[in-house]
């Protein structure tokens, strides 16, 4: 896959679609939790989860925006026990656009503005199965010359109800560039 979008700066930037990326604020929490409770792959949060997140942890993710709609967005941060550790928690687009890749370009340019700011991996976890992810991260990994190394984070059995076990994608280290 070729990346065909900007890496964004804190201004944002305008994709070839007419997508802009900038910094999530809380107001746009009603429109995230929409959007991610019709994404069939993730678990859901609660609005107020996402409101809290734009407060604090805006900074490392990122909201897309079409004529000022919310049409994708990344919610991460970096791991404190492991600050050189970019954690992706969710990324999702709205399929109605069709926006060929938007979803992993928007995981794309929110690691990719992360490692500019010194992180030497990428974290996210997977339940067994999602391939879709999988492509993805194995793509960005090989796009940037860097492994990927697996580990199962936590078994199926640690959830209350039926999950998959959750697997620890960690891509890195990252060559100097």
């Known amino acids: 896959m070729t990346t065909a979008l900007p890496t964004p700066g804190p201004s944002g930037r305008t994709t070839q679609w007419g997508v802009q990326y900038r ?63 970019y954690f992706v928690w969710q990324y999702a687009a709205a399929a109605r656009f069709a926006l060929p890749f938007l979803d992993a370009e928007l995981f794309e340019a929110a690691a ?11 974290e996210t976890t997977a339940a067994t199965g999602s391939q879709g992810l999988v492509t993805v991260l194995e793509q960005y990994a090989r796009g940037r010359s860097a492994p990927v190394r697996t580990a199962l984070l936590f078994p199926a059995e640690r959830f209350p109800a039926a999950h998959a076990d959750e697997v620890l994608y960690r891509i890195g280290p990252f060559p100097a560039s």
């Open 23 to 85: 910094t999530p604020r809380p107001a746009d929490a009603p429109a995230v939790w929409r959007l991610a409770e019709r994404t069939a792959a993730l678990d859901p949060n609660g609005p107020h989860h996402y409101a809290l997140w734009f407060r604090d942890f805006a900074d490392t993710s990122l909201v897309a925006t079409l004529d000022e709609e919310v049409v994708g967005f990344v919610t991460g941060y970096r791991r404190p026990e492991a600050p050189d550790t």
């Open 112 to 122: 990719d503005r992360e490692r500019a700011r010194g992180a030497r991996y990428v």
